[in-house]
Nanobody
Framework: QVQLVESGGGLVQPGGSLRLSCVASGIIFSIYRKAWYRQAPGKERELVAVITGGGTINYADSMKGRATISKDNAKNTVYLQMNNLKPEDTAVYSC?????????WGQGTQVTVSS
C-alpha cells in the first residue's frame, strides 16, 4: 500500500523559512516524478515545485529563488525548503508522486505565514 506522509508545516512569520518533508512507503521511490502542490482557501491547487525521476527540477514562478526541492533516495523522502515566506504562501502543501497514470497524494500539511 502506497503511503505519503508530509510534515514540517506550521506557523511562521513573514520572511521566515520552513522545510517540508514527504516520506514515501510502498513505492519504488526513485522512478516517480515527485512534486509539491499547494492549495489556499478558495483557490485552485497549484504546482509549487517538481523533480522528475531523472532529476530535472522546475518551480512555479512565484517560488523561484525562494524554494528548493530535493530528494533523498535512501530515506524515500522528498523535501521542500522555503525561504523568505510571504503571507500569500499560506496554504495546505501536499506532495504528489506520479508515473504513467499512477497518481499518489499525501494528506497535506498546513503552512501559515502571518505576523
Amino acid at each position: 500500500q502506497v503511503q505519503l506522509v508530509e510534515s514540517g508545516g506550521g506557523l511562521v512569520q513573514p520572511g521566515g523559512s520552513l522545510r517540508l518533508s514527504c516520506v514515501a512507503s510502498g513505492i519504488i521511490f526513485s522512478i516517480y516524478r515527485k512534486a509539491w502542490y499547494r492549495q489556499a482557501p478558495g483557490k485552485e491547487r497549484e504546482l509549487v515545485a517538481v523533480i522528475t525521476g531523472g532529476g530535472t527540477i522546475n518551480y512555479a514562478d512565484s517560488m523561484k529563488g525562494r524554494a528548493t526541492i530535493s530528494k533523498d533516495n535512501a530515506k524515500n523522502t522528498v523535501y521542500l525548503q522555503m525561504n523568505n515566506l510571504k503571507p500569500e504562501d499560506t496554504a495546505v502543501y501536499s506532495c504528489n508522486f506520479w508515473l504513467s497514470g499512477l497518481d499518489y497524494w499525501g494528506q497535506g500539511t498546513q503552512v501559515t505565514v502571518s505576523s
